[in-house]
């Protein structure tokens, strides 16, 4: 079975960090583009950040720039989302997913073909 796994979601203080991880079983991830999404409630999912199949290209949004990085190591099949001084508006559902042919810009995710189930993050005091 074909799945992505998104594992290190939680609770933190505004200004702390969250590492996020996206592991896959059922393929290899060599030859995926690799995004992360997220949707808070009562809002769109938007893109986060994006790293190309080799891991020489990476795309962030605006609002997350400076903050968070993407890296992956397809050694272990993964791919992580470094999240560093969180803000409450960093609140959301985060997904990790899957593109084979990436032929639209990174964050238009009907182009994305495997998604994960979503990990809460919650930014408060």
């Known amino acids: 079975q074909l799945q992505l796994v998104e594992s290190g979601g939680g609770l933190v203080q505004p200004g702390g960090s969250l590492r996020l991880s996206c592991a896959a079983s059922?393929?290899?991830?060599?030859?995926?583009?690799i995004g992360w999404f997220r949707q808070a409630p009562g809002k769109e999912r938007e893109g986060v950040s994006y790293?190309?199949?080799?891991?020489?290209?990476?795309n962030y949004a605006d609002s997350v720039k400076g903050r968070f990085t993407i890296s992956r190591d397809n050694a272990d099949n993964t791919v992580y989302l470094q999240m560093n001084s969180l803000k409450p508006e960093d609140t959301a559902v985060y997904y990790c997913?899957?593109?084979?042919?990436?032929?639209?810009?990174?964050?238009?995710?009907?182009?994305?073909?495997?998604w994960g189930q979503g990990t809460q993050v919650t930014v408060s005091s």
């Open positions: 997913a899957a593109v084979f042919k990436r032929d639209k810009k990174w964050w238009w995710s009907p182009q994305y073909d495997y």
């Open positions: 059922g393929f290899t991830l060599d030859y995926y583009g």
């Open positions: 790293i190309s199949s080799s891991g020489g290209s990476t």
